[in-house]
């Protein structure tokens, strides 16, 4: 199956800083991608559908200032959480979108990035 | 709009007894179904994935769903649990009307005793 690669795994940083999180579809290219965020023992929550070549599409509640999505390429989405504070500490994983053809597509995810803000 | 709902948080069961783990389903659009598993500290694993062909989908370590739209359920079974399938279950939707974003359940912890 499809690859997709996240980085870092892992990042702890001090509050008022900003962290970039970059997700790479290793062996397709990705016109979309998503990015989620599990708190711990909950659910994904969608928090924005990222396009290459346009701007994101944030879902209702999500700071577009505080989560900037950029999707240069066809391989590359990174997510930057800036001026970060202790409560955006989480769990934030990306999918990268294949186009099966016909009526669906499917979503491969990353392995999640750990951040910890303290 | 696309919803679904985890009917359990917790499911405990013992090795080598039938694993039930439900899902329903809220769809405006012929739905795409999938269910995933999260092991600790993992990614995300596809099990299986409905996409309008065969109701009864099987997937990899021997789960199987069924797609039910009378019911509006999608529910992973597997006849026999192994310890090794203790993990975290996502049912997810997705709909072709909505730029084929994926919509999570809350989940479903699986724990299989000796």
């Known amino acids: 199956g499809a690859v997709v690669s996240q980085h870092p795994s892992r990042v702890i940083c001090k509050s008022g800083t900003s962290v970039k999180i970059e997700c790479r579809s290793l062996?397709?290219?990705?016109?979309?991608m998503f990015w989620y965020r599990q708190f711990p023992k909950k659910s994904l929550m969608l928090m924005a559908t990222?396009?290459?070549?346009?701007?994101?599409?944030?879902e209702q509640g999500v700071e577009k200032d505080k989560f900037l999505i950029n999707h240069a390429s066809l391989t590359l989405s990174t997510l930057t959480v800036t001026s970060a504070h202790p409560e955006d500490s989480s769990f934030y994983i990306c999918?990268?979108?294949?186009?099966?053809?016909?009526?669906?597509?499917?979503?491969?995810f990353g392995p999640g990035t750990r951040l910890t803000v303290l | 709009a696309q919803s679904v709902t985890q009917l359990d948080s917790h499911v405990s069961v013992s090795e080598g007894t039938p694993v039930l783990l439900r899902c329903n389903y809220s769809?405006?659009?012929?739905?795409?179904l999938f269910w995933y598993v999260q092991h600790p500290n993992k990614g995300l694993q596809l099990l299986l994935k409905?996409?309008?062909?065969?109701?009864l989908v099987k997937g990899i370590n021997g789960f199987e769903a069924e797609f039910k739209k009378s019911e509006t359920s999608f529910h992973l079974t597997k006849p026999s649990a192994h310890m090794s399938d203790a993990a975290e279950y996502f049912c997810?939707?997705?709909?072709?009307?909505?730029?084929?974003?994926?919509?999570f359940g809350s989940g479903t912890k699986l724990n299989v005793k000796p």
């Open positions: 062996d397709f290219q990705a016109t979309t």
């Open positions: 997810v939707v997705s709909g072709v009307g909505n730029f084929n974003k994926f919509y």
């Open positions: 990222s396009n290459e070549g346009s701007k994101a599409t944030y």
């Open positions: 409905y996409t309008s062909a065969a109701t």
């Open positions: 769809s405006s659009y012929s739905p795409s």
């Open positions: 999918s990268a979108e294949w186009v099966a053809g016909g009526r669906y597509n499917e979503q491969f």
